[in-house]
């Protein structure tokens, strides 16, 4: 089950995941929502190709990118088949832009579950962006769990099939049996926040009271750097794509 | 501890969030919300096997799918009907969409993206009615919000290029998908919740019968 | 830091839901430094009294309180930060993804300046003889070690109060003494108060001076120092399922019959599994279940006694070798492995109970969940009705008939649980952990279940870290060896 140790992380090493995770997250976001806010198919793909560039240099292998990114390219290709069979006018052009976009939109995104690693990210959610240390650290806690959980699931199936319950092939029964399982599962969720709660406060974790970070950190020049980063690509691709004459956003 | 009463003594209060006094954010209120997130995040994952596993019998199956779009909607209804709290809603269900990106899902980060706005809206539903009311109506109405915006979103998203008859029903079977499992889904999943006892210690546990 | 005092008058409490108050009463006073064991029967209010002193009961939350309950004179809620708890789950204990970060948790929470933290946390660590790394990741411990890790953030926090709640009830042996040590490693460097609350007394006799034991709604009924207690009450509270030092509850209740004339039900020939990745988690065992007898499982941590079991019940494939059944417990079904059988046939032929009873309700009310069973056994509404009356007069349960299993207490709960299997009428019987955290009446209940239905002609497989269990009902053991890794 080591796919579900979450905060076993980062995967990666070296620029990116050595920045500061909000940093990270900030270029990525950036990159993301702009070239998603562009029509055109050059933005996407100077953008795409920008990104790719920027994954070399931040230290992420292509390796570990192509394991943990190929769910991200089917689900494109199908993104593309759709567009193929449903769209109103030019279903190549639409095809090709839909996936091109698809992907420079996501692969941001897929990178910060490389290289951030969740605990120093609730530290920095918490020293820079003033989110609530029950909020941070509450989450953080409750990430732990899922391993756990996962677990309880696996269980919970097997415990049904000893009660006598299985769904076979039949859909519908398939679909009660799962509702079940599932009330079981929250039920086991609340049993397990309510105590990893009461063990929090146990420690003496109070919102209410002043409390520091055991694990502080300076902003460096890296993480200016990263964060920058991510509105200069998408500025580049943008600029690029206005300079052939291609650029057009979803408004437009 | 000296002598202290309990501020709700009758359970109907609460449902009117205790006049005009909300108590604060608890940590066992944020936990809660985001374990659930996170078992709802297994959910999904669960529900990913199944699927490949049982193969034809559900691709073949259509209402499963749109079910399936519902309960992907559940966690922020469900979130704040139980601890009803101002962003029960958007925390619940950043958490199972975080617990899905981190599993693997093929969008990565940006089912984040979604999972919060898709957490907004029904959020601004129970704001429209000031947080004070939680029962089957506004939770139907916050579950077709949030279908509507995943539809707009996978519409903005995905199919920008679709005819716009294919458009107005598939946002129509979301929304519809959405009002019923994740808005009255979440109303059946806390009442079974409640009759456990595990929601005694939240707003949503406490019109249970004395035991 | 010196120990805190505690004085509690006429205390009590009410949890949120409940008719009934969990404490009521409670008249007692702790000098500094004393070390309390906290006795009781199941019920009595002996967590929540230690979640009061630790200020963790919470009237925003719907609860009620009523007295005094002071901490050095003040309310508990207001100097949470002296003392430390912890409770009996390591999963839900720790906090943080690594070792260091989560002993350190507990300073931040008290505000200690970050160059402060980090000597501290490693002296703790150090002291309590936590082997691995600042780094280490705590998803990769077993629960002594991560018990051990609570401890650890108990002692750094330099508490003058200590509560323990079952801290060793969730581990298995090895486990339990490795944290009983950090324990001890705790009050040789503090000054604190302690106040344990454990059902396993012999075991933790050495880590308290003084026992005070509870009684449902009537406050504190003993006080004194640990032989007079035991001397005077020692029968009282063998009988409310505390487990005073002394022999298993129940005398040997060995199989009438021999083994070698018994009916063979289940045979496992060799039977592996390994995880995905090809990790092993049960090397290759062979066991034969035979009618008329009970077999105990027993071994370390991670040795895939429950891998066995689930193999056995029918409920996961074995990766190597295969489990047989005989015709007289499959009919023509004898042929095909039990994991490949449908569910319904499996649970008539094949009871499995799992460790947490939780896992296995599937209804509303106590009297759906014992009537499904024989109803997806396709009974008669009539006979489905006769089996439910007989198991709930059996098991007491009578007047929760309407109950929601997810209320009942921990020893109902297991109860129940066994009682659900058995009324699909398996001949085998298949038990993971079934005596595991229950009190000492529970324990009796039910071994006597266990040993009824070998007795009335069915095999019984549990699988158990108790050796009491071995004692009492083992007609044969099957130790199982620790799997090298």
């Given at each position: 089950?080591?796919?579900?140790a979450?905060?076993?992380?980062p ?7 050595r ?6 997250l ?10 998603a ?24 292998p292509?390796g570990?990118?192509?394991r ?18 449903l ?45 609530s ?16 959980l ?5 269980m919970?199936?097997l415990?049904?099939?000893a009660?006598g ?11 009660r049996?799962?509702?079940?399982q599932?009330?079981a599962?929250l039920?086991?969720?609340?049993r397990r ?24 950190r300076?902003?460096s ?20 794509s206005?300079?052939?004459?291609s650029?057009?956003w979803?408004?437009? | 501890?000296p ?7 009758h ?31 297994v ?6 096997l199944?699927?490949t ?8 199956f259509?209402?499963a ?14 979130g ?11 925390l ?5 969409s ?20 898709e ?8 704001a429209?009615f ?8 506004v ?25 716009s ?7 129509g079977?979301?929304v519809l998908?959405?009002?019923a499992v ?9 009442r ?8 005694d ?11 | 830091?010196?120990?805190a005092?505690?004085?509690l008058?006429?205390?009590?409490w ?19 430094g004393e ?9 009595a209010?002996?967590s929540?009294?230690?979640?009061a ?6 009237p ?25 708890l ?8 720790i906090?943080?993804?690594?070792a260091g970060?989560?002993?350190a948790?507990?300073l ?19 002291a309590?003889g936590f ?7 705590t998803d ?14 108990v002692l ?10 079952e ?5 298995d ?10 324990l ?19 075991e ?5 001076d ?17 032989q007079d207690v ?31 004339a018994a009916?063979?039900l289940?045979s496992?020939?060799r ?23 009970a ?5 370390p941590?991670g ?7 689930r193999?056995?019940?029918g ?7 295969v ?9 023509d079904?004898a042929?095909?492995?039990p ?11 094949i009871?499995?109970v ?8 599937l ?13 997806r ?9 006769r089996?439910?009356?007989?198991m709930l007069?059996r ?9 929601n ?5 921990g ?11 058995l ?36 095999a019984?497989?549990?699988v ?6 071995v ?15």
């Amino acid at each position: 089950m080591s796919a579900l140790a979450v905060t076993e992380r980062p995967l990666a090493e070296g620029l990116l995941a050595r920045s500061d995770p909000l940093a990270t997250l900030t270029a990525a976001f950036s990159l993301g929502v702009l070239v998603a806010l562009s029509g055109d198919a050059v933005t996407p793909a100077v953008a795409l190709g920008l990104e790719l560039a920027a994954l070399v240099v931040g230290g992420v292998p292509l390796g570990l990118l192509a394991r943990r990114g190929w769910p991200l390219a089917a689900s494109a290709a199908g993104v593309g088949l759709t567009a193929l069979l449903l769209a109103a006018v030019d279903p190549v052009a639409s095809a090709i832009t839909a996936v091109v976009r698809v992907l420079a939109v996501a692969l941001p995104g897929v990178v910060v579950l490389l290289t951030v690693d969740p605990t120093e990210l609730a530290d920095s959610l918490v020293v820079r962006a003033r989110v609530s240390p029950r909020t941070a650290y509450g989450t953080l806690a409750a990430l732990r769990l899922l391993p756990l959980l996962a677990t309880e699931w696996r269980m919970l199936g097997l415990a049904r099939r000893a009660r006598g319950i299985d769904a076979g092939r039949n859909p519908v029964a398939a679909l009660r049996v799962f509702t079940g399982q599932v009330l079981a599962l929250l039920v086991a969720a609340v049993r397990r926040g309510t105590r990893l709660a009461t063990a929090m406060e146990a420690r003496g974790f109070d919102p209410a009271a002043p409390r520091t970070v055991a694990r502080p950190r300076a902003v460096s020049r890296t993480d200016l750097a990263v964060a920058l980063a991510g509105p200069a690509l998408a500025a580049l691709a943008v600029a690029v794509s206005a300079a052939t004459g291609s650029l057009h956003w979803v408004w437009s | 501890m000296p002598t202290r009463k309990a501020t709700s003594k009758h359970p109907t209060d609460v449902r009117a969030g205790e006049g005009h006094h909300r108590p604060p954010w608890r940590v066992v209120d944020t936990v809660v919300l985001a374990t659930l997130g996170v078992a709802f995040g297994v959910v999904f994952w669960a529900w990913n096997l199944l699927w490949t596993a049982t193969g034809p019998a559900f691709t073949a199956f259509p209402p499963a799918q749109a079910f399936m779009y519902g309960v992907w909607l559940l966690p922020g209804v469900l979130g704040m009907l139980v601890v009803r709290q101002p962003g029960a809603a958007v925390l619940t269900m950043l958490v199972a969409s975080l617990v899905s990106a981190l599993l693997g899902s093929a969008w990565g980060l940006q089912v984040v993206w979604y999972g919060v706005l898709e957490g907004l809206a029904p959020e601004i539903v129970f704001a429209l009615f000031a947080y004070r009311r939680f029962g089957a109506a506004v939770a139907t109405l916050a579950g077709a919000a949030a279908g509507l915006t995943a539809g707009l979103l996978d519409w903005f998203y995905y199919y920008r290029d679709w005819a716009s008859g294919w458009v107005f029903s598939y946002v129509g079977v979301v929304v519809l998908s959405a009002a019923a499992v994740a808005g009255l889904g979440a109303v059946a999943l806390v009442r079974a919740l409640a009759a456990t006892g595990v929601l005694d210690a939240f707003p949503a546990g406490r019109r249970r019968t004395l035991v | 830091m010196p120990g805190a005092r505690l004085e509690l008058r006429g205390f009590g409490w009410r949890h949120p839901g409940r008719r009934a108050w969990a404490v009521r009463g409670v008249d007692l006073v702790v000098e500094p430094g004393e070390r309390l064991l906290l006795l009781g029967p199941s019920g009595a209010g002996k967590s929540t009294l230690l979640a009061a002193l630790g200020g963790l009961l919470d009237p925003q939350g719907g609860g009620e309180a009523e007295g005094v309950l002071l901490v050095d004179g003040a309310d508990s809620r207001t100097v949470r930060q002296r003392s430390g708890l912890v409770l009996q789950d390591p999963d839900t204990g720790i906090v943080m993804a690594r070792a260091g970060d989560d002993v350190a948790f507990g300073l931040e929470n008290r505000a200690v300046p970050a160059p402060l933290i980090w000597p501290r946390v490693q002296e703790a660590l150090d002291a309590v003889g936590f082997g691995y790394g600042l780094r280490h990741r705590t998803d990769a411990l077993s629960g002594g070690e991560q018990q051990r890790l609570v401890v650890a953030g108990v002692l750094a926090a330099a508490p003058s109060l200590v509560l323990l709640d079952e801290p060793t009830a969730n581990l298995d042996p090895d486990g339990a003494t490795l944290v009983r040590a950090a324990l001890a490693t705790v009050q040789q460097r503090t000054a604190a108060t302690t106040v344990l609350v454990e059902h396993r007394v012999r075991e933790s006799l050495p880590l308290v001076d003084r026992v005070v034991v509870l009684a449902s709604g009537a406050g504190v009924v003993a006080d004194g120092a640990p032989q007079d207690v035991f001397a005077r009450h020692g029968d009282a509270l063998a009988a409310q399922g505390v487990w005073v030092p002394g022999p298993p509850p129940l005398p040997p209740r060995p199989a009438s019959g021999s083994a070698a004339a018994a009916e063979h039900l289940i045979s496992a020939h060799r039977v592996a599994r390994s995880y995905a990745g090809g990790v092993p988690a049960l090397p290759a065992t062979s066991l034969h279940v035979r009618a008329r007898r009970a077999v105990v499982v027993t071994g370390p941590n991670g040795s895939g006694k429950s891998t066995l079991a689930r193999l056995l019940g029918g409920l996961d494939r074995p990766t190597r070798g295969v489990v047989r059944a005989d015709r007289g417990l499959a009919g023509d079904d004898a042929g095909v492995p039990p994991h490949r059988w449908r569910a319904a046939r499996l649970a008539s032929r094949i009871g499995s109970v799992f460790q947490d009873p939780e896992h296995q309700f599937l209804t509303g009310r106590v009297i759906d969940e014992l009537a499904l069973g024989p109803r997806r056994a396709g009974r008669e509404p009539s006979e489905v009705a006769r089996t439910v009356e007989e198991m709930l007069a059996r098991l007491g349960l009578t007047g929760l008939a309407e109950a929601n299993p997810f209320t009942l207490s921990g020893g109902q709960k297991r109860r129940l649980s066994v009682a659900t299997v058995l009324a699909a009428a398996p001949r085998v019987l298949v038990l993971d952990e079934p005596t595991f955290g229950q009190d000492r009446r529970t324990w009796a209940e039910v071994v006597t279940l266990l040993a009824d239905h070998r007795d009335s002609g069915g095999a019984v497989v549990a699988v158990s870290h108790d050796p009491d269990l071995v004692t009492t009902l083992a007609d044969d053991h099957l130790p199982l060896p620790a799997v090298p890794r």
